[in-house]
């Protein structure tokens, strides 16, 4: 009697011990990537689905953490080759309760090594790219098994919950016993621990400059500065007896932009209210946030520029300070609270210098943006600095004192700060900046007071103005200063009937003049690239030309020949951001 009590009581522990994890299979109606957009070649695919699979196989883990990383690695394994059949056979034993040998430690270590290699490669590809997304889940499988490797630097940690979203079950579904905790009431739950606390200032403005369309005129993307609003609103209260009640996601708050974004800002709300948590105080819960930019609708090419941007009006909304009047922040925010250049900020420097704004006006900006203030001086427009009063900063909290009313500089900054506006006051009433700047007096005080203070952007290139102007653009620059000027081609609108020849030799003529421009500023290597610019446009003085007489369809043919050129365009274009925006290329 007492060995079937004890046999029973070994029954009943044991399924307790078996009830402690379980594994759950990827939800397959859900989409976790384009593998037909990833650069691989099949080959490349099938080992490295391979690999994901080796690094998943072994006994069942004990953890429902652990048991969730495999389902990552079988799901990755399966998506990237369907019907794997080392990970379904894996999938398999762990649904059955079967058993699985570990794989020998060779082979582990040879899959984690090359999982290594291409997550390091893709994870440099463009964001936006499909590439970039398979780089990131596969930083995210190899996070937990490889934290200390450098290439987890390029991880994206703040995002991986949103790309697995719906495809793998939450911890708490790989253990049934939390998950009846949990199940328990879990709106109750949420409308107990919703947050107290407030925003002091529901309604802020602020400049952004961005790349935008105009959803009246439906005029093309173009840069611009952007008068954007947030508005602070409260979300949806839930209500347990409403069946109808939003869902919790609605209930924590959103992020909404209006006029609406053409891609999904979830993500960008998620790391907005991350990194308030990691390097700040967490956001007052159950709000929206509403943003808007003032009828022009902010465009996927911007990526995340925005972030810095909200995320100063965040902190004014909570901290009740004033933000200084005429100031810009143009900087990209990083989880690490870091602040850098901005995607595309030369071009969307070049906007800023054509804009009439207040004399006085203060640009913060994020590290690594020299290149592109020292063409400005390469193009003779040092006035850029005279307009603007540029000051570099490395972290958002150096950005919050100088964007704030009541900020405080530090005391070197202060220095030259006065140095600065003495030297900018009397600029502004001369007729010759250039021979300003060369007097002696002047070329002291502006030496002295960068030397003072490396990071007032504005004193160190007006500085070295007065000392030797460069003359030349690097190759990177010159690059993106082509691209940008043959942006107007590449927007050309050809319609058949409508479209005058004359139009068309403007539009070459135009594009013409301002290319030659560049020669002047170019060293000798890069030559061979602008004669080549300056020799493809010419293919739209001959559009139409090989028409037939006969059978009068010139028409046409010149709308043929334009679709040709515009073709040739953006494939030169193209060469042009393999060099300022080069793609990393896998070893073969």
């Known amino acids: 009697m007492t060995r079937l009590v004890f046999s029973a009581a070994l029954l009943i522990l044991a399924s307790f011990a078996n009830a402690a994890v379980r594994y759950v299979p990827a939800d397959d109606s859900i989409p976790l990537l384009r ?44 998506r990237l080759l369907p019907g ?35 997550a390091d490669w893709l994870g440099q590809l463009p964001k936006e790219a499909d590439g970039h997304l398979l780089g990131q889940l596969l930083l995210d499988v190899l996070a937990p098994i490889a934290s200390d490797h450098p290439v987890l630097k390029n991880h994206d940690a703040l995002n991986t919950d949103k790309r697995w979203s719906g495809v793998i079950a939450k911890i708490s579904k790989f253990d049934p016993q939390k998950q009846l905790a949990v199940n328990q009431d879990p709106k109750i739950k949420l409308a107990q621990n919703r947050t107290t606390s407030n925003y002091k200032v529901k309604a802020i403005l602020a400049e952004t400059l961005m790349f935008s369309n105009g959803i009246d005129d439906g005029a093309s993307s173009k840069p611009g500065l952007v008068t954007t609003s947030l508005i ?14 939003p869902g919790s996601a609605d209930q924590q708050g959103a992020l909404k932009f209006q006029p609406p974004t053409d891609f999904n800002v979830n993500p960008l709300h998620a790391s907005l209210l991350s990194f308030f948590r990691k390097n700040a105080k967490a956001l007052p819960n159950g709000y929206n946030l509403n943003i808007n930019t003032n009828k022009r609708q902010y465009l996927t090419k911007n990526r995340e520029n925005i972030a810095a941007n909200i995320a100063m009006m965040l902190d004014a909304a909570v901290s009740g300070r004033p933000l200084r009047r005429n100031t810009i922040l143009f900087a990209r925010l990083q989880a690490t609270g ?21 004399t006085g006006t203060r640009l913060i900006v994020g590290k690594g943006l020299i290149e592109e203030m020292t063409g400005m001086l390469v193009l003779d427009k040092a006035s850029f600095f005279t307009k603007y009063e540029i000051l570099e900063v490395s972290n958002f909290e150096m950005a919050r004192e100088l964007f704030y009313e009541d900020g405080k500089l ?6 030259a700060t006065k140095s600065y506006l003495e030297v900018r006051d009397k600029a502004m009433q001369v007729t010759n900046l ?26 160190v290139m007006l500085a070295r103005q007065s000392v030797r102007r460069p003359a030349y653009f690097s190759r990177s620059l010159f690059a993106q200063e082509l691209h940008r000027l043959l942006e107007p ?10 479209t005058t020849e004359l139009a068309v030799k403007d539009a070459y003529k135009k594009t013409r003049d301002r290319i030659t421009l560049l020669e002047k500023r170019l060293q000798r290597r890069d030559l061979e690239i602008l004669d080549d610019a300056l020799n493809f446009i010419k293919d739209l003085n001959s559009l139409g030309r090989g028409a037939s007489a006969i059978l009068d369809n010139k028409e046409e043919t010149r709308a043929q020949d334009m679709i040709k050129f515009q073709k040739k365009l953006e494939d030169f274009r193209a060469r042009l951001r393999e060099i300022f925006q080069p793609v990393p290329k896998k070893d073969k």
């Open 434 to 459: 250039g021979t300003f700047l060369s007097l002696s007096a002047v070329k002291d005080r502006l030496i002295k007071a960068s030397q003072l203070a490396p990071n007032h952007i504005s004193t």
């Open 410 to 415: 530090p005391k070197d900054l202060q220095t």
């Open 84 to 118: 794997h059949e080392r990970a379904r056979s894996i999938e398999t034993s762990y649904l059955k309760g079967g058993e699985r040998r570990p794989p020998e430690a060779f082979f582990v270590k040879s899959a984690r090594k090359t999982i290594i290699e291409t």
């Open 35 to 78: 593998r037909d957009l990833i650069p691989m070649d099949v080959d490349a695919i099938r080992d490295l689905a391979d690999y994901l699979a080796i690094l998943a196989d072994g006994p069942m883990p004990k953890s429902a953490v652990k048991v969730r990383h495999r389902a990552q690695l079988l799901t990755l394994s399966q």
């Open 489 to 498: 081609l590449a927007q050309f609108k050809y319609k058949i009937d409508q």
């Open 232 to 245: 602070i609103t409260d979300a949806p209260t839930p209500d347990p007896d409403d069946k109808e009640a």
């Open 338 to 358: 870091n602040l850098e250049k901005p995607h595309y900020a030369w071009e969307l420097l070049q906007r800023l210098e054509e804009l009439s704004l207040p």
